[in-house]
């Protein structure tokens, strides 16, 4: 059975930074393509950051110089390293995995909730200002 497991949320200033993981089991991060959504209340789920299985890397235009993804296949393992964070960036923050191809897609298209079957259980990021 799949499973992921997402943790590292917590509180932080705006300017600061937090590293978010992703246990997966079930499944090799390096052989998926994997992604971080969030979603803030009353918005919809957003694509932030994704990681094709031939390790190609997306990033939503909101955090891109910002955000970094990067896998650790030997841990089985999904980071988001978010810096220089902004009260825009609270919301509950989700690690995924798409049983898809996904590289021939723009990246806004790879970046769709519609297209990942396995998530994890959210972990919350709140940045006060």
């Known amino acids: 059975q799949v499973q992921l497991v997402d943790s590292g949320g917590g509180s932080v200033q705006a300017g600061g930074s937090l590293s978010l993981s992703c246990v997966a089991s079930?499944?090799?991060?390096?052989?998926?393509?994997m992604a971080w959504f969030r979603q803030a209340p009353g918005a919809e789920r957003e694509g932030v950051a994704g990681?094709?299985?031939?390790?190609?890397?997306r990033y939503a235009d909101s955090v891109k110089g910002r955000f970094t993804i990067s896998p650790d296949n030997a841990k089985n393992t999904l980071y988001l390293h978010m810096n220089l964070l902004k009260p825009e960036d609270t919301a509950m923050y989700y690690c995924?995995?798409?049983?898809?191809?996904?590289?021939?897609?723009?990246?806004?298209?790879?970046?769709?909730?519609?297209?990942?079957?396995?998530w994890g259980q959210g972990t919350q990021v709140t940045v006060s200002s």
């Open positions: 079930g499944l090799s991060v390096g052989s998926y393509s």
């Open positions: 995924a995995a798409s049983l898809r191809m996904l590289g021939l897609m723009t990246n806004t298209e790879a970046l769709s909730a519609r297209h990942y079957h396995y």
């Open positions: 990681l094709d299985s031939d390790g190609r890397t």
